[in-house]
């Protein structure tokens, strides 16, 4: 027990949306490998237990009034892994996975990691209540990737998706140039919602209420 000998409890409520959001990672991974559906599910429903957990740390930490910087970023990596890590992976193993796909969700995950690490840089200078937390949130908070995942569970639901091209919101072809394959060019549609959430995630001019 000497790892966590410096954590407090809010702290290992933390590593544990670390470990959901690991383990819907390998989940996505093991589909790649069985095709078995179950393997889908499972990466999905990681997620938003790994969100319970995120909801509850910071609840602890002021309830015991121990937060820490350590718990702070402790947090934000959580964070990183669950909602933006497994989002991205779970998007990839179901059939996203063009060489613009892939650009994408990189793109996304990058624009999650941005957000993390401005929410860190500025936090002390937000606007914060009586009990010390903050009145609002610049751009989306990355947890609410779990709104692209939930709708991408819909709309998979009874669909088969061995094809990719099979895939909701279908495959735009961007234009190449001459000499290059065209399939090169490929992107889902699901993959623009990424993109675009991603840009909502690192806009300095959305602000929305922290509950």
Not at 37 to 64: E, K, N, T
Request: neutral net charge; charged residues 15%; contains cysteine.
């Amino acid at each position: 027990m000497v790892l966590f000998s410096n954590f407090y409890l809010a702290d290992v409520i933390t590593l544990m949306n670390g470990i959901c959001g690991t383990m819907s990672i390998f989940s996505s991974m093991r589909y790649l490998v069985s095709h078995d559906r179950c393997d889908l599910h499972i990466a999905m429903w990681y997620m938003p237990f790994g969100l319970l957990f995120d909801f509850f740390d910071g609840r602890v930490a002021r309830w015991r009034k121990n937060s820490s910087l350590l718990g702070q970023e402790l947090d934000s990596l959580a964070d990183l892994i669950s909602f933006g890590l497994a989002p991205a992976a779970l998007a990839f193993a179901v059939g996203m996975q063009s060489n613009v796909d892939a650009l994408g969700l990189t793109y996304f995950v990058c624009c999650g990691l941005a957000r993390l690490a401005r929410f860190n840089a500025t936090v002390a200078l937000l606007p914060k209540d009586s009990t010390g937390k903050i009145s609002h949130f610049e751009g989306l908070p990355i947890p609410s990737s779990l709104a692209i995942v939930a709708l991408l569970s819909y709309t998979i639901a009874g669909r088969d998706i061995s094809n990719a091209d099979s895939l909701p919101l279908g495959i735009f072809q961007l234009p190449m140039p001459l000499g290059i394959n065209p399939m090169l060019g490929k992107v889902h549609g699901f993959v623009l919602l990424f993109v675009l959430h991603g840009t909502a995630m690192v806009s300095r001019t959305l602000r929305i209420p922290k509950p």
